[in-house]
């Protein structure tokens, strides 16, 4: 009897060393939006054609430089509500927050470009 409870015992603090909350969790890293990986494909998918030359017919938002002189415009637009004046996306419903949030984190991270 005296081995089973001293092998219980054993079985015991071997499982709660495992289960330890002394181990921290690694944070998250935060990986800043960039025009390559987030932006340019946002742009494409919400904004073409109009926005993509040769087809566009408004004002072209296929670069970086482009992208990166209009942003305030692009964020000021995209967050009117449809039926105001500017709206954008023109005659299509209001771009969901995810969407908006790709324009808004990029320019708080610094327009990077990749």
């Not at 709660?16 to 939006?33: D, E, G, H, L, T």
């Not at 998918?45 to 296929?62: R, V, Y």
Request: proline share 7%.
């Amino acid at each position: 009897m005296k081995k089973i409870t001293t092998l219980l015992i054993i079985c015991i603090a071997a499982f709660f060393q495992y289960c330890s909350s002394s181990k921290k969790a690694s944070k998250p890293v935060y990986i800043p939006m960039n025009y390559i990986t987030n932006v340019q494909p946002t742009i494409l998918a919400n904004c073409s054609p109009c926005h993509i030359p040769p087809k566009g017919f408004k004002l072209a938002l296929n670069t970086y430089d482009a992208a990166k002189t209009n942003i305030d415009d692009v964020i000021r637009r995209i967050n009117l509500t449809p039926g105001e004046r500017d709206f954008m996306p023109f005659k299509h419903n209001k771009l969901n927050d995810s969407i908006i949030n790709v324009f808004v984190r990029w320019k708080a991270d610094g327009m990077l470009e990749k």
